[in-house]
């Protein structure tokens, strides 16, 4: 018999595990100016009635459990969010949570205001960005950025010949997060003028004709990882610094930033023929003569929709003339601190068809009144962001008020919203009905009647039977109440 009741338990464990998801990930916490960082854990477990347990271990703050969280996913991004009053080593706080989770990884943001604190939980690092994108690591022997390459790691016949014009330097913008950037310098080679050059894709120098097709960077999944970058989710935006110095200043003269995202088999620029893989690519990217500059370039995607192509990578040339062969020996472009932005700002939140009342983006708490249970479906927002996804929840509060969230989350998880709209439903008051049927008629006058004789209130409807509204039941609304039924 014990044995039996241990296999249950084994196998109720089991099986309740199979329900639970453990992150463990750095956490910073702000409280009253004071800043700490550790590396914690947090659990989420599904309770039986669908909604969930969430463990935090938390600096300062100890265990918090917060229960009864509901969930809600949409294109693989679960969003969770409540306000609860939570047991902590300071006692019960209220505490509010906004939790999202893609793939195994979280970021969550969590306050307690009474504490003056504040806390980010983050496990996805750089799993949506370019690899050393701020291009401090320079560990390869051959002198190339990691995860970067230039003509030190070229194919082809003509790669001997290639001039190594990709170094590393210590020319930064102001702000920067590092020490260093990386150079890429136009040279004279055979009579020919090189473009410098830097990809995340492999370049080949397969021809001595500077505008031959076979000298190109490329990328494909099966170059490998160190030449393949996967990309998760469209990004809307690719950030970058850049420095462009020519060596001999020619007005027409243009350094050239190329990002494309496509499925992951073969792709090469200079293109050799149209390719119908692609399914995105940078807007703008042609860099004037400029001392450091961040720009911002936003993705077209609609231009490629027609290839009905899945985006699994993405793929970064940087180039000291926008054409082949064309510059000046010495033309030089400085890179550094690369940004992949997925945008997620909701626009406009809609019920039933119409914006909700005093809508504004930065207002994140509205207060609206509905004829009775609310439907999630009633909810219709607009938001920004290729890859954005937006979640609705709903719970119901001990007074019969719902409290529905509408949380807009871009694909990395970093930018997120919720709009929490606490909804009232609307009394129903149908004046004379007082036994709630529907109609009215003699019976009601005889229920009220005894309601007020024997001052016994609990088997009518009270909010009807008051007809003239003064918040009183007694004669005078039975006289009213007479009358209607006589006038009917």
């Not at 969590?110 to 806390?119: C, D, E, G, L, W």
């Not at 450091?292 to 077209?300: G, K, L, S």
């Not at 009601?444 to 039977?465: G, H, K, P």
Request: proline share 4%.
């Amino acid at each position: 018999m014990k044995k039996g009741l241990l296999a249950i338990c084994l196998a109720m464990t089991t099986l309740f595990g199979l329900n639970a998801e453990t992150f463990t990930g750095p956490i910073v916490v702000n409280r009253n100016g004071q800043t700490y960082n550790s590396n914690v854990t947090v659990t989420v477990t599904q309770q039986d009635n669908g909604l969930n347990t969430l463990v935090l271990q938390v600096p300062m703050f100890g265990t918090m459990t917060m229960t009864d969280v509901p969930a809600a996913t949409s294109a693989g991004i679960t969003t969770y969010n409540a306000v609860r009053d939570v047991n902590t080593n300071l006692g019960m706080m209220r505490t509010n949570l906004f939790a999202r989770t893609v793939d195994g990884m979280m970021a969550a943001n969590v306050s307690i205001p009474a504490q003056n604190a504040t806390m980010w939980f983050n496990t996805v690092g750089d799993y949506f960005q370019l690899p050393n994108s701020n291009l401090e690591a320079w560990t390869n022997s051959n002198g190339e950025p990691d995860r970067w390459h230039g003509f030190k790691t070229a194919t082809g016949m003509w790669a001997w010949a290639a001039p190594a014009a990709l170094d590393q330097s210590e020319d930064i913008h102001d702000g920067a997060t590092g020490q260093y950037s990386a150079l890429i310098t136009a040279k004279n080679a055979l009579g020919t003028i090189a473009n410098g050059t830097m990809t995340n894709g492999r370049l080949n120098a397969g021809a001595t004709s500077a505008t031959s097709t076979s000298n190109n960077a490329s990328m494909q999944e099966s170059n490998g990882s160190d030449f393949y970058v996967p990309l998760y989710a469209k990004p809307d935006q690719f950030k970058v610094w850049l420095k462009y110095e020519q060596g001999a200043p020619v007005d027409t003269n243009r350094a050239n930033v190329s990002v494309k995202t496509f499925n992951g088999t073969y792709y090469q620029e200079p293109c050799d023929k149209e390719y119908t893989n692609l399914t995105g690519s940078i807007v703008g990217g042609q860099i004037a003569p400029c001392g450091w500059t961040q720009f911002t370039f936003p993705f077209d995607y609609a231009s490629y929709r027609p290839n009905h192509a899945i985006t699994k990578a993405i793929f970064v040339t940087f180039s000291t003339n926008k054409n082949p062969g064309k510059g000046q020996a010495e033309d030089k472009l400085f890179i550094d601190d690369m940004e992949l932005v997925y945008l997620a700002d909701m626009i406009d939140l809609r019920y039933q068809g119409s914006t909700i009342n005093g809508w504004d983006p930065a207002v994140t708490t509205y207060n609206i009144e509905v004829a009775g249970e609310p439907n999630l479906d009633d909810f219709a927002p607009d938001y920004d962001g290729e890859s954005a996804v937006c979640t609705k929840s709903m719970e119901q509060n001990a007074d019969g008020s719902y409290r529905i969230v509408i949380s807009v989350v871009s694909a990395d998880l970093q930018d997120a919203t919720s709009y929490v709209i606490n909804a009232t439903v609307a009394s129903s008051v149908n004046p004379g009905d007082v036994d709630e049927s529907g109609v009215i008629n003699i019976t009601d006058v005889t229920l009220l009647i005894n309601a007020v004789l024997n001052d016994n209130y609990s088997n009518i409807n009270v909010a009807n039977s008051d007809m003239n509204g003064d918040g009183l039941i007694n004669i005078t609304d039975v006289t009213q109440l007479i009358t209607l039924v006589l006038s009917f």
